[in-house]
Antibody, heavy 116, light 107 residues
Framework: EVQLVESGGGLVQPGGSLRLSCAASGLDFSTAWMHWVRQPPGKGLVWLSRINPDGTVSSYADSVKGRFTISRDNAKNTFNLQMNGLRGDDTAFYYC?????????WGQGTLVTVSS | DIQMTQSPSSMSASVGDSVTITCRASQTVNHFVNWYHHKPGKAPKLLIFSTSNLQSGVPSRFSGSGSGTDFTLTISGLQPADFATYYCQQSYSVPLTFGGGTKLELK
């Protein structure tokens, strides 16, 4: 069974930083494309970023480009989202997801709240 | 960016009914459309990939069709577990984009 478990969410002040992590099991992590997706309160799903299997190619939504950085550690079956310059509109549930290319499997999410 | 316009945004139905949700892309996405099921507090679940392929373990009452810019998800014989929010998503080009969601409620 594939399991993805996010950690690192919490309350942070505007302008602050947070690092989300996702631990993966039950899939061939070294060949999986991994994604981050968020859901603001009361709204729909928004794709943020993805990284290729060997970690050499990453893509970002315009809303987070230059502020967020995705990375992975294939030796530990984990990948991360470093979030800097956080703003109020970054408040959301953040989901990690992964699969052969698309977000096939998802975690249950971690809540990030940006507020003073 | 490719916009995915999903309709309806909400609907109500009864157990045993059949329902159809549609998704229109702002430009061609070939067959690269996925459908997800999401309940609050739970992990979203992939139902259909590449327009019409049923993800492993997903009941056959779910089906998808379409091509180019117009896509549909059909659920035949609704079960209690099916009442949730459904999202389409294109993976033709980055940024990946989702439809706004269809909330399916019990009548």
């Amino acid at each position: 069974e594939v399991q993805l478990v996010e950690s690192g969410g919490g309350l942070v002040q505007p302008g602050g930083s947070l690092r989300l992590s996702c631990a993966a099991s039950g899939l061939d992590f070294s060949t999986a494309w991994m994604h981050w997706v968020r859901q603001p309160p009361g709204k729909g799903l928004v794709w943020l970023s993805r990284i290729n299997p060997d970690g050499t190619v990453s893509s970002y939504a315009d809303s987070v480009k230059g502020r967020f950085t995705i990375s992975r550690d294939n030796a530990k079956n984990t990948f991360n989202l470093q979030m800097n310059g956080l703003r109020g509109d970054d408040t959301a549930f953040y989901y990690c997801a992964g699969g052969s290319f698309d977000p096939d499997y998802w975690g249950q999410g971690t809540l990030v709240t940006v507020s003073s | 960016d490719i916009q995915m316009t999903q309709s309806p945004s909400s609907m109500s139905a009864s157990v045993g009914d059949s329902v159809t949700i549609t998704c229109r892309a702002s430009q061609t996405v070939n067959h690269f459309v996925n459908w997800y099921h999401h309940k609050p507090g739970k992990a979203p679940k992939l139902l259909i990939f590449s327009t019409s392929n049923l993800q492993s373990g997903v009941p056959s009452r779910f089906s998808g069709s379409g091509s180019g810019t117009d896509f549909t998800l059909t659920i035949s014989g609704l079960q209690p577990a099916d009442f949730a929010t459904y999202y389409c998503q294109q993976s033709y080009s980055v940024p990946l984009t989702f439809g706004g969601g269809t909330k399916l409620e019990l009548k």
